[in-house]
Nanobody
Framework: QVQLVESGGGSVQPGGSLRLSCAASGYTSSSRGCMGWFRQAPGKEREGVASISSGGSARYADSVKGRFTISKDNAKNTLFLQMNSLKPEDTAMYYC????????????????WGQGTQVTVS
């Protein structure tokens, strides 16, 4: 059974930084699958923030390019999202996702989801 547990959310002032973590169990981050971060603000649809392939190739939403960095520690089966220069519009619930498929294939990542961690920028 795959479990993804996010942590690291909180409240920060504009311009500040946060680092989100996603600890995976029952899932091997070094596998061929994809991992990523999504976010959902109140009243808005969920959007993809960043994804990282098994080989470490990262992709970002235009809104976070240059400010956010996705990475993973395969030895610890943990995914990270370093968020710098945070803006009020980054306020949302952030979710970790993982998949057994490569990134971008059939909506990957999207098979496994964490419970989310709240990020508030104000």
């Amino acid at each position: 059974q795959v479990q993804l547990v996010e942590s690291g959310g909180g409240s920060v002032q504009p311009g500040g930084s946060l680092r989100l973590s996603c600890a995976a169990s029952g899932y091997t981050s070094s596998s061929r699958g994809c991992m990523g971060w999504f976010r959902q603000a109140p009243g808005k649809e969920r959007e993809g923030v960043a994804s990282i392939s098994s080989g470490g190739s990262a992709r970002y939403a235009d809104s976070v390019k240059g400010r956010f960095t996705i990475s993973k520690d395969n030895a610890k089966n943990t995914l990270f999202l370093q968020m710098n220069s945070l803006k009020p519009e980054d306020t949302a619930m952030y979710y970790c996702a993982a998949d057994d498929l490569p990134c971008g294939l059939a909506g990957s990542p999207g098979n496994y989801w964490g419970q989310g961690t709240q990020v508030t920028v104000s």
